[in-house]
């Protein structure tokens, strides 16, 4: 069973920042597709942003100009790097991995295109 290895996430107050951490089963794929996902209660994930191998990203209209998506590399995890945090980001955020191929259009918006998920991390932003 492939999995994917979270870290990273807490608690923090509006305008501050985090960074998720994502490890992916060595050695990597030569194509994927990477994303991050959200989550609230009663509501399905939410594509935030995703990037192929290449580092062609992509980000949702909410996540655009705070976050930043990056691949993993030889030694490193991919990250999603978090500021200007505001409440409505609060969930339970996953990463995911595509290994049909590069990201589309589609991957923001289609959680099923993903064949291997992380555990989860909490993300909680207060006022």
């Known amino acids: 069973q492939v999995r994917l290895e979270q870290s990273g996430g807490g608690a923090v107050k509006a305008g501050g920042r985090l960074r998720l951490a994502c490890e992916p089963p060595?050695?990597?794929?030569?194509?994927?597709?990477m994303g991050w996902f959200r989550q609230v209660p009663g509501k399905e994930r939410e594509g935030v942003a995703c990037i192929s191998k290449d580092g062609y990203a992509r980000y949702a209209d909410t996540a655009r100009g705070r976050f930043l998506i990056s691949e993993p590399f030889t030694d490193m995890p991919g990250y999603l790097g978090m500021s200007k945090l505001r409440p409505d980001d609060t969930g339970m955020y996953y990463c995911?991995?595509?290994?049909?191929?590069?990201?589309?259009?589609?991957?923001?918006?289609?959680?099923?295109?993903?064949?291997?998920w992380g555990q989860g991390t909490q993300v909680s932003v207060s006022a």
């Open positions: 995911a991995l595509d290994l049909s191929g590069n990201c589309r259009d589609e991957s923001l918006k289609d959680s099923g295109l993903y064949q291997y």
């Open positions: 060595r050695p990597t794929a030569s194509r994927y597709c």
